[in-house]
Structures are given as C-alpha cells and as structure tokens.
C-alpha cells in the first residue's frame, strides 16, 4: 500500500489486487459467458482509470460506464476494450462514434440516429439494444418491443452487438420478479434477430445458471459490495477509508459536542476531531451513530458530523494523538454495515466521496 503520510485529511486506499481476485471470482461464477466490468461513477469512486487499467490487463476485455463523457475519458487511456454507455447516446452520437464506443441503445429513437451516424460514416456502428423487463427506467418498452419484432428492419443499419437488461431485485434471491424478468427478456429475444445477451449484474450472478448469459455486468461486487445481502459476504473487501485526527481535546462532564448540542459527555472525556465531513460524502446521517476505530479499538462518533470535520470519543482508548489515523471503512468497519448505519448502501457511499479525499492505490 502506497503510503498516506503526505496526506492531511482523508484517504481512501484502494486495494486493486482484491478487485482483480473479485473479478476472477465473478469469471468462475460464469463459466460459460465473458464478465465485463462496470466502472460507471469514477469506478464507483474508487477511480475508473486506475480500476479499468487493472482489469484490462487481467484480461477484461469490456467496460460499462454510464455517461458518454466517461467513455470518452476512459477510451483516452483504454484503446482496445469494448466501452458501453450503459445510459445510451444521450445526444452524443457523433463523439460516440468517433471514439468507437458501444452504446447500449434505449429506445427506437436511438436506434434510428445511430443507424443515422453509421450511413454518415458509410459503415454499421456497434450497439447493444437495451430492453426494458421491469425497471422501467431505461430501454426498450412494450410497445417498441412489439414494433421491432414486427419490423426489425431498423436493425440492420447497425451492428447490433447484444441485447440487454437489468435486474431489478437481483440482490432478492426469492423476489419473483427475478424470474419474471427472465422470462420476459427469453421472449423478447426469442422474437429479434439473434443477437449475444446480457443480464445479470453483481447480484444476479448469484441467482444462479439460469441468469448466464453471454456477458455479465457486475460492479458493485469488483469493490467488495456484498452481492448476497443475507448471507456472508463473499467478496473481498477493496476500500479502506481512513481520516487524519486533527485534534485531541479534553472535554468536562457535561460539556456538548458540535452542532445544536446533540452530545454531552456523562464524565470528563476525550474527544478527537477527524478532517471529514459530509462535504466529503461522509453522510451527516451518521452522527452518533457507528464508530472510527484506532488500531481496532472503537471510538463513538458522538455529536454531528459536520462539513469537513467528525468527532469521536476516545476516552479509555490507548492514547490517540493528532496526526493519528482513523479507520472509517475497513476491517473493524465493514463497507455495508457503515452504509446500513447511515441508512442507505455501500454504493452511495463509495460513490459519494468527494475529490478532497485523496484515492491511493496498491
Ligand atoms: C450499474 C449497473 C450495473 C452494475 O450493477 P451492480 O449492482 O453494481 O453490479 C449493471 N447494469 C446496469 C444497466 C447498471 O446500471
């Protein structure tokens, strides 16, 4: 691990090591099909670049983002892989094209301007065609569904790469709508030409071979999201969080801690002040609520968290100095369990923090 000792705030190290191993564990989850890697929102945070370098050389051979200005960003430094919009041209057809990236096509409307873009360029772009079962978010409806089985003509002005979908409960093992999309997408492929198909995310990996497909979609599971919430994780953690103490002040009884008084101590304590706060994506949901730990040894976070600062009682703890560092995520604070605490899931959270905290990789 590179080190933090120039860092004055918070780090967040990224272990890229562990996200190969998740990746060649995904691989064996899918023997009969490739697995891409989604790295959409700066590689969930983590960094797209650092992450797709990595996976490329294990031999990842397609990314998934979201916008067509990651795609643009992460061809720069990536010449050779697939790169898929996952959220489709979004009027950016002729930069797309012009970088040999893959959109996931999401509605006849775009099917029809990248056939468009294609006869400009006197050539069949490359495409996946992305079908909606049950998000209704993104992708092909019902209706247009229904039109390009009567008439796929629109088609063949494209080099239609794949059709996908996305799950809406894969992480629900026993939701029915997990089976429900499944059927769905067989009869919609079933009524399109033949064409590779794309389904399951991290958790659906995990519904088990009848959600095999030719390419896989995971990402949360890469950076050590648990794609099995009711059970064990089965990944490798990837991240650890880590917050400099800025100060240690001893604190009377009955004094309160941050805004609006929401803590007082019971006794004479010990209060250290760690440099991050909410403006970082460390979720003000978590004032007084879990904990920073200092060599293992759990500290409370007490009061509010604030814009760039936390705090945590340390009294009783071996002694903690300024310049100490904290673990926020890590192995004493496990990614899901602190995003559960603030409410919500590790993937807000990862995605969520800020560019003031520094991305270290090993
Ligand atoms: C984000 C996303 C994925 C990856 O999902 P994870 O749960 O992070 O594995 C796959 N497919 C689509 C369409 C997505 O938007």
Redesign the pocket.
Known sequence: MATTETHSGAVLEVDLAAIAANWHALRARHPGGEVGA?V?ADGYGLGAEAVARRLAGEGCRCF?VATPAEALALRAVLPEPVIVT?NGLADAAAALAEAAITPALASLGEVAAWAGEGRRRGRRLPALLHLDTGMSRLGLDQAEQDALAADPSPLDAIALRGVMT?LVAAERPDDPLNAQQLARFAAARARLPPAPASLA???GLFLGPAFATDLA?????LYGINPTPDRPNPMRPAVRLRARVLQVRAVAAGASVGYNATWRTARPARIATLAIGYADGWPRALSGRGAAYFDGEAAPLVGRVSMDLTTCDVTGLAPVRPGDWAELIGPHAPLDAVAAAAGTIG?EILTGLGPRIARVTA
């Open positions: 989604v959409k998934f996952l996305h995310n991290s958790s979609r995971p990402g949360a599971a993937y």
